[in-house]
């Protein structure tokens, strides 16, 4: 079992507080620009399947979550719907051996996703400022993998393959121009790299325009 970090948890909890503190405050007549450019920040949680690895190997494995980074470029094309190009990175996610030996996984995400909105202050929280907007994403898009495995104990992997995402978020504005973004997403990943499944938990701040 791989073991979570608590200060992970309380610093998401912690960014989540002060981004609602600092967005409520924007005018009631306010609407979010149309484009934005965001930068961030991603852990990945691994969720992966290796029990055909050990089966085949002998081994015990253990895998390691890993940080990342990652880009976003979209447009809003209604009141309610966004689109976005999103770019992942995640580096060096260690898979652990049980005879001491270690393999390293690169991946990079690439999907288009279709972000919808909703007002919260609509149906449940009428208090809420204009700046705080919970989204769902659903996207479509490729996984790359790069497998650094010198003992051989995962056998093949091939690398490349079509991906779906799948995942909730809230945008949380401190100006005009300028969001926080928090965003927990499934990374599910088709074909030969099925069982290559990632919960990317992100945070980063969008500019938009």
């Not at 996984?105 to 208090?127: C, H, I, N, Q, S």
């Not at 010198?150 to 121009?177: H, I």
Request: proline fraction near 5%; charge should be negative.
């Amino acid at each position: 079992m791989t073991r979570r970090s608590p200060s992970k948890v309380w610093l998401a909890g912690a960014w989540s507080v002060l981004g609602l503190l600092s967005a409520c405050g924007l005018p009631a007549g306010w609407q979010r620009p149309a484009s934005h450019v965001g930068l961030g920040a991603v852990l990945a949680i691994e969720d992966l399947d290796l029990d055909d690895a050990e089966d085949d190997s002998g081994l015990d494995l253990e895998a390691e979550d890993a940080w990342g980074g990652e880009l976003r470029l979209g447009r809003r094309v209604h009141r309610q719907v966004e689109l976005e190009l999103h770019g992942q990175a995640f580096d060096a996610l260690e898979i652990d051996a049980s005879d001491g030996s270690r393999a390293e996984l690169d991946l990079w995400a690439l999907t288009l996703d279709v972000k919808l909105y909703e007002d919260p202050r609509d149906r449940w929280l009428p208090e809420l400022g204009p700046g705080c907007t919970p989204y769902l994403v659903l996207g479509l898009g490729g996984l790359w993998a790069d497998l650094d495995d010198p003992a051989g104990f995962l056998g093949p992997l091939d690398s490349w393959a079509g991906v779906g995402r799948g995942g909730l978020g809230l945008e949380l504005f401190v100006s005009e121009s300028l969001a926080w973004f928090l965003e927990a997403s499934l990374l599910e990943p088709f074909d030969d790299l099925d069982g290559l499944t990632l919960y990317a938990l992100s945070t980063g701040l969008q500019w938009r325009f």
